[in-house]
């Protein structure tokens, strides 16, 4: 499951955070800073609209925590009187039920008997169903009581009983004291800005703003007095802190975007590397099951081959071997057709080694190998064939050296038989083939350049995939079994495609001998 968003959707997020934060804070600075070169009495009146808001919301709240309170209790007890109309509470079923909706308690008045059911027992004595649907604050008991009687008319819902409801009115007249306006004064009265806020009787014939001298020596002030019911609100605004006020927004501000940013971009860099690298795992994975899945088949498969194959394959051969060699009646085509009936099962066998190579490991014998005269003996073999396609062979080594590598000779003379092969069929046309021995202080690079490189770049990266080729007649194994010998004798294959000059470089690296 993907825990995390994209590093895309991260850094476009914190971009649309940063332009509205951005956006939002130089409106409201350049607003404030055009009203304050107009004139410091317009701040202060805005100032003071703005505590006169809040003042008239702490008022507006009671009332609308009580609504909220009422619709809550009143939605539990039209939830209760449906439990209980398919199936009568018990008193320990209802005082369960208040323990776990967190309400003091819960009584149920039947309907024409009268007789109620209270959760818990003594939570609400002498009480009884009222005649309208509404909210009762009982402060003595600290207790917010809602009667809820089911039916439109009144008084055939006092016939049907009602649902008594009760909250503990601690925590909510505790909010209600937190949002009062003595507190949101006092709130105010702390802020450096101000100098003091009084909400008291007034008189409401004229609104007005003056400029008077503070007494304690802060500075010069701005007395803004706004009319709020039967009270008046005045707000004393030290106006020499706006500077400093809007310099410390700005410093804030730069701040707050510095930090979004560096943590944006920290944020979206780390989930680009972990998602890449999650990407990459889950490819490599999926490659390597695919991979071993594939070689668990192709196993059983060339055991088949080999085992059910391989010695039929044998028989056929040295057949077609002694009818060529025995048969003295044959003419020009019948040869020719016993030619190629070898030549094929010789294929044949060719493809099953490939197969079995690539199955299973490599069993190394390590004895001393002369590279240089190895390569030699091989470049030997093609260069009739190089001559007669017009292939240009140069071999550069330093003669006066000798170089030996522990490993294998007959998979190492396989492995460069194998690239010289490929380099030489790459070029039917004509092309060159380039090899470089070179000396290294505890290894040696052996470096094959060959032009005739037709590849495009997405094809040019299946090279080493099992099974690829471009070839009629190929298995498409031939450099996965090459790297496979060189892995086995601890060394390394690297390639590269200059695709302007279209040809392909191979740089083997074998360890040498101590």
Request: some cysteine; charged content about 20%.
């Amino acid at each position: 499951m993907k825990l995390y968003p994209s590093w895309q959707t991260n850094l476009l997020v914190f971009a649309i955070i940063i332009a509205l934060v951005g956006g939002y804070f130089f409106r409201q600075t350049r607003q404030s800073s055009l009203e304050f070169q107009k004139h410091s009495r317009e701040f202060s009146e805005i100032l003071a609209a703005v505590v006169e808001v809040n003042i008239r919301n702490a008022l507006l709240s009671k009332s609308g925590l009580e609504d909220i309170v009422a619709g809550s209790l009143e939605n539990s007890a039209r939830f209760i009187h449906y439990l209980d109309s398919i199936e009568p509470f018990s008193g320990v079923e209802l005082t369960a039920f208040a323990q776990e909706s967190g309400l003091a308690g819960v009584r149920i008045v039947q309907p024409d008997t009268g007789t109620a059911v209270s959760g818990p027992a003594d939570w609400l004595p002498d009480r009884t169903c009222q005649g309208s649907v509404d909210l009762q604050h009982l402060s003595d008991e600290q207790l917010y009581l809602f009667s809820f009687q089911p039916g439109d008319n009144k008084s055939a819902a006092l016939q049907q009983g009602c649902v008594l409801v009760g909250l503990s009115a601690e925590n909510i007249d505790a909010t209600l004291d937190k949002i009062s306006v003595e507190r949101l004064l006092t709130m105010f009265n702390d802020l450096h800005e101000i100098a003091y806020i009084r909400f008291e009787p007034g008189n409401f014939s004229s609104k007005q703003s003056a400029l008077t001298p503070d007494q304690v020596d802060l500075g010069d002030i701005m007395e803004t007095i706004i009319p709020i019911g039967d009270k008046q609100l005045i707000v004393a605004l030290k106006t020499d802190r706006l500077g400093k006020r809007r310099m410390q927004m700005q410093k804030e501000f730069v701040i707050f975007i510095s930090f979004l940013i560096l943590f944006g971009a920290f944020s979206s860099w780390w989930l680009y590397r972990v998602q890449r690298q999650r990407l990459q795992q889950t490819r490599e994975f999926e490659r390597k099951m695919a991979r071993q899945h594939e070689d668990a088949a192709l196993g059983r498969a060339a055991a088949t081959i080999t085992h059910e194959l391989r010695n039929p394959l044998n028989a056929i051969g040295m057949g077609l071997q002694r009818l060529q060699i025995e048969a003295k009646d044959l003419d020009r085509e019948q040869h020719g057709l016993l030619v190629s009936m070898r030549n094929a099962v010789d294929r044949t066998n060719t493809i099953i080694t490939r197969l079995r190579q690539y199955i299973h490991s490599f069993e190394i014998s390590s004895h001393p190998v002369e590279l240089v005269d190895l390569i030699t003996q091989v470049v030997t073999l093609y260069r009739v064939q190089c001559e007669e396609l017009h292939i240009d062979i140069e071999l550069d080594y330093d003669q006066n050296s000798l170089i030996h590598v522990p490993g294998d000779r007959v998979l190492l003379g396989q492995l460069f038989e194998n690239l010289i092969k490929n380099s030489v069929e790459a070029q039917p046309q004509g092309g060159f083939l380039k090899i470089s021995i070179n000396h290294l202080e505890n290894s040696c690079c052996v470096e094959i350049v060959n032009g005739g490189f037709s590849l495009t770049r997405e094809e040019s990266e299946l090279l080493f995939e099992p099974y690829f080729t471009t070839k009629s007649k190929g298995t498409g194994l031939g450099l996965v079994i090459s790297n496979k010998i060189v892995k086995a004798h601890n060394g390394q294959l690297d390639w590269h495609v200059d695709f302007d000059r279209k040809s392909i470089h191979f740089l083997i690296t074998l360890p040498m001998e101590q």
